[in-house]
């Protein structure tokens, strides 16, 4: 099989070169997935917003 002596080497390699075509088909399909930001993320920008307002009223 394949021009190797044994079976199960074969087959390792057919299952490595599987995993490998699997991760790229995942990765190009997850590719621009993002996260959902977190709420203590999601707080933590409206506190800047908040700060950057107070700072350009000033001005």
């Known amino acids: 099989m394949l021009g190797l002596g044994d079976f ?3 087959l390792v390699y057919i299952l490595c070169i599987a995993s490998a075509l699997l991760c790229l088909v995942y990765g190009v399909l997850n590719w621009n ?3 959902e930001p977190s ?3 999601i707080k933590e920008g409206a506190r800047w917003k ?3 307002q107070k ?3 000033k001005l």
């Open 33 to 35: 997935r993002g996260g």
């Open 8 to 10: 199960w080497v074969a």
């Open 55 to 57: 700072i350009e009223d």
């Open 39 to 41: 709420p203590l993320e």
């Open 50 to 52: 908040k700060e950057e």
